[in-house]
């Protein structure tokens, strides 16, 4: 992981100056069942998107705040073989993308979910994913619209929990 004294002198003074919003209250519910009886999705910031389907916009001011639905499981239920095509489009050019470009499971781990429903820890994970780009600098659109319609999508496939994996 890299210090803030890693990073050029741009993103530095980026740091200093940016204004970190707070969410107060947090957003939380506190589990409704016990894990392994709750249907969990996966949801990331890597900016992962499939072949064929649109990138995330890297230039739109404040970060594109709209998300994608990624197909996670294969017709035996094994991850799906088209998560190893997974692009990246991810605007923050501080990022270093070659770890997630090499094994997706960094940032969207799939695998090992598959094997928490095998070992009965958790019920099962939802068939897709969500996939939003990180270093949204600007998240007042991700908030109040895209966030909330991500829950909904969620919440009307039955999913239980989410499990967010921030890059």
Request: net charge neutral.
């Amino acid at each position: 992981m890299a210090s803030v004294s890693d990073l050029s002198l741009k993103y530095h003074l980026f740091l200093k100056t940016y204004r970190f919003r707070r969410l107060d209250p947090v957003p939380w519910a506190p589990p409704a069942k016990p894990l392994e009886d709750c249907r969990v999705a996966l949801v990331t910031t890597a900016g992962f998107h499939l072949p064929g389907t649109p990138p995330f916009d890297e230039q739109k001011p404040g970060g594109d705040t709209s998300y994608r639905l990624l197909p996670v499981r294969g017709s035996d239920g094994a991850p799906a073989d088209h998560l190893r095509d997974l692009l990246v489009s991810h605007r923050s050019t501080s990022f270093d993308r070659s770890g997630i470009e090499a094994d997706y499971n960094l940032a969207l781990p799939v695998a090992r979910f598959v094997e928490l429903e095998a070992e009965r820890r958790i019920g099962a994970l939802h068939p897709e994913a969500l996939s939003f780009m990180g270093s949204i600098t600007a998240p007042g659109r991700l908030v109040k619209e895209s966030a909330p319609g991500a829950a909904e999508h969620l919440r009307s496939a039955g999913v239980d929990a989410a499990f967010l994996c921030p890059v």
